[in-house]
Nanobody, 115 residues
Framework: QVQLVESGGGLVQAGGSLTLSCAAS????????MGWYRQAPGKQRELVAR???????TYVDFVKGRFTISKDNAKNTLWLQMNSLKPEDTAVYYC?????????WGQGTQVTVSS
């Protein structure tokens, strides 16, 4: 099954931007759904955005207009462009890949937004 490695997290001031990337160990072309999730301390992991094999994107309300998910099958990479970051966006961000055969998570990358 595919392995996922996230990168791009870090510390940023409120209003700033970060771009997360998720490198897959094999082709992302046939993966049914890839997505970004996040987990803040003391909270459950929650969906941020996802993209289907057909290219359909879904965003949760609290990131609409600020975050953009994209996938490059030629590079086997998933991205999350995050703009206008808020302190409440602070969390560990996880990449996910789901097919009928597996549901795989990356190790996560920390995003910290200071006020």
């Amino acid at each position: 099954q595919v392995q996922l490695v996230e990168s791009g997290g870090g510390l940023v001031q409120a209003g700033g931007s970060l771009t997360l990337s998720c490198a897959a160990s094999e082709s992302t072309f046939s993966i049914n759904v890839m997505g970004w999730y996040r987990q803040a301390p003391g909270k459950q992991r929650e969906l941020v955005a996802r993209v289907t094999k057909a290219g359909t994107t879904t965003y949760v309300d609290f990131v609409k207009g600020r975050f953009t998910i994209s996938k490059d099958n030629a590079k086997n990479t998933l991205w999350l462009q995050m703009n206008s970051l808020k302190p409440e966006d602070t969390a560990v961000y996880y990449c996910n890949a789901a097919t009928q055969q597996y549901n795989v998570w990356g190790q996560g990358t920390q995003v910290t937004v200071s006020s």
